[in-house]
């Protein structure tokens, strides 16, 4: 079992910066393929960025160059540098971790980007 808690959201401008963490406990985390999503309303929730155990990354197209995943295996912690945040970000974001077939999820974080 894992359990993921996400903290870092708010209420920001557009250009400005966030940065999201998400807590692990409860398992060898290090080991876990992590990824935030987020899902805006009335949209279907969608990947943002994906780190793997060993730290390879990809990002949603809407992201690339703008937004940066990370992981520090020793804190059990993930983050998500969010730059240059448009309207169109936000979302309530989600953490996940998963391994196999076994995934968990945050309670997500609200990002609000006003114009």
């Known amino acids: 079992q894992v359990q993921l808690v996400e903290s870092g959201g708010g209420l920001v401008q557009a250009g400005e910066s966030l940065k999201l963490s998400c807590s692990a406990s409860g398992s060898i985390v290090s080991i876990y393929a992590m990824g935030w999503y987020r899902q805006a309303p009335g949209k279907q929730r969608e990947l943002v960025a994906a780190?793997?155990?060993?730290?390879?990354?990809n990002y949603a197209p809407s992201v690339e160059g703008r937004f940066t995943i990370s992981r520090d295996n020793a804190k059990n912690l993930m983050y998500l540098q969010m730059n240059s945040l448009k309207p169109e970000d936000t979302a309530v974001y989600y953490c996940?971790?998963?391994?196999?077939?076994?995934?968990?999820w945050g309670q997500g974080t609200q990002v609000t980007v006003s114009s």
């Open positions: 780190i793997s155990g060993s730290a390879g990354t």
């Open positions: 996940k971790a998963q391994r196999y077939t076994n995934a968990y």
